[in-house]
Nanobody, 121 residues
Framework: QVQLVESGGGLVQPGGSLRLSCAAS????????MGWYRQAPGKQRELVGT???????YYTDSVKGRFTISRDNAKNMVFLQMNTLNPEDTAVYSC???????????????WGQGTQVTVSS
């Protein structure tokens, strides 16, 4: 069993910053890609960005230059630094990880429960 838990969401004014964290725990043999999705009210879930085990990153166009994804492989954690936030960034942000189970050695995607980010004055 693998669990992902996010933290760091909240209310921030336009132009502000937030840093989200996500920690994976459980039967982990290894983690390949990690990343973040978000879902705003009434909209489809959107991929924010991903990071490979080696540190290669991908970002959706709307967050390029403002958001940065990083990870700590030793701690099985992924982070999302969000700068210059605007109201359109308001959403529930969820982390994911492709985890190799330490007992079965099978790979699966796991998801966190999500954390609310609200950008408003």
């Amino acid at each position: 069993q693998v669990q992902l838990v996010e933290s760091g969401g909240g209310l921030v004014q336009p132009g502000g910053s937030l840093r989200l964290s996500c920690a994976a725990s459980g039967s982990i043999g290894g983690i390949n890609d990690m990343g973040w999705y978000r879902q705003a009210p009434g909209k489809q879930r959107e991929l924010v960005g991903t990071i490979s085990r080696g540190g290669g990153t991908y970002y959706t166009d709307s967050v390029k230059g403002r958001f940065t994804i990083s990870r700590d492989n030793a701690k099985n954690m992924v982070f999302l630094q969000m700068n210059t936030l605007n109201p359109e960034d308001t959403a529930v942000y969820s982390c994911y990880a492709f985890v190799i189970d330490g007992q079965t050695w099978r790979g699966s995607n796991y998801w966190g429960q999500g954390t609310q980010v609200t950008v408003s004055s």
